[in-house]
C-alpha cells in the first residue's frame, strides 16, 4: 500500500491540556472539567493556508474538524469503550482515538471566523492538536435521521443509564418519527 503524508494547516488552542476532563465527543459534555460546551480556536497557518480559502466560511453554523491524535501511541484491535457494559468491542466499532491512523474528527459549532482563527465551541481536543482539514458541516449530506449506530443505541433506548450522556444544545437526537427526543438532548 502507499502511504501518505499529510502537513497540519493549523492548531487547536483549548482550554484542555491534558484528556482527563475533555469530552469524550464534541457534543457531549458530561464528566468534563466544564458542564457547559466551551470555547476554543483553530489557528491556521498563514504559510500554508491562503485568506481565500476561508471565504464563504462564516456562512455556516457548524463545521468538521479533521486533526490527528498526536499524543497517542499505538492502538488495538479491540477496546473498552467508556460507555456501556465493559466489555471488548472492534475498535472500528467505537469512537476510541486509539485507531491504526490517529485521526479525529469533530462537529463543531463556528462562532465566527477572525484573520486566521477560527473560534469555535464544544472542542473536544486537546491544546496544541494539529489540524489537518476543515471542512462545512452541511445538513442534507451530514445528517442521516434514521442512522442505525449499533450496540450504542442499546444504550441510548435505557433514559435511565448511568452514563447516557448529556449533549451540548443544538444536538438533539431525532425519533424514528422524525420528532425530536426530549430525552436526547
Known amino acids: 500500500m502507499t502511504?501518505?503524508?499529510?502537513?497540519?494547516?493549523?492548531?487547536?488552542?483549548?482550554?484542555?491540556?491534558e484528556r482527563y476532563g475533555t469530552p469524550r465527543?464534541?457534543?457531549?459534555?458530561?464528566?468534563?472539567?466544564?458542564?457547559?460546551?466551551?470555547?476554543?480556536?483553530?489557528?491556521l497557518d498563514k504559510q500554508l493556508v491562503p485568506r481565500e480559502a476561508l471565504?464563504?466560511?462564516?456562512?455556516?453554523?457548524?463545521?468538521?474538524?479533521?486533526?490527528w491524535?498526536?499524543?497517542?501511541?499505538?492502538?488495538?484491535?479491540?477496546?473498552?469503550?467508556?460507555?456501556?457494559?465493559k466489555v471488548r468491542r472492534g475498535v472500528f466499532a467505537t469512537r476510541?482515538?486509539?485507531?491504526?491512523?490517529?485521526?479525529?474528527l469533530s462537529a463543531l459549532v463556528l462562532e465566527r471566523v477572525e484573520d486566521?482563527?477560527?473560534?469555535?465551541?464544544?472542542?473536544?481536543?486537546?491544546d496544541g492538536t494539529?489540524?489537518?482539514?476543515?471542512k462545512p458541516y452541511v445538513a442534507y449530506a451530514d445528517s442521516v435521521p434514521d442512522a442505525v449506530?449499533?450496540?450504542?443505541?442499546?444504550?441510548?433506548?435505557?433514559?435511565?443509564?448511568?452514563d447516557r450522556p448529556t449533549r451540548m444544545p443544538g444536538y438533539k437526537r431525532r425519533q424514528d418519527d422524525g420528532s425530536e427526543d426530549p430525552g436526547g438532548t
Open 149 to 162: 449506530s449499533g450496540w450504542v443505541d442499546a444504550l441510548d433506548e435505557a433514559p435511565d443509564a448511568p
Open 25 to 43: 465527543q464534541a457534543p457531549v459534555v458530561d464528566g468534563t472539567a466544564s458542564t457547559e460546551p466551551v470555547a476554543a480556536q483553530i489557528v
Open 69 to 85: 491524535f498526536d499524543r497517542n501511541e499505538g492502538w488495538r484491535p479491540t477496546v473498552r469503550p467508556t460507555r456501556g457494559p
Open 3 to 17: 502511504e501518505f503524508v499529510v502537513r497540519p494547516i493549523g492548531v487547536v488552542r483549548s482550554p484542555y491540556a
Open 116 to 126: 486566521f482563527t477560527l473560534h469555535v465551541r464544544g472542542i473536544d481536543l486537546l
Open 130 to 134: 494539529p489540524v489537518l482539514d476543515i
Open 96 to 104: 476510541s482515538p486509539h485507531r491504526p491512523n490517529a485521526l479525529a
Open 55 to 67: 471565504r464563504d466560511l462564516e456562512g455556516f453554523s457548524h463545521i468538521w474538524v479533521i486533526a
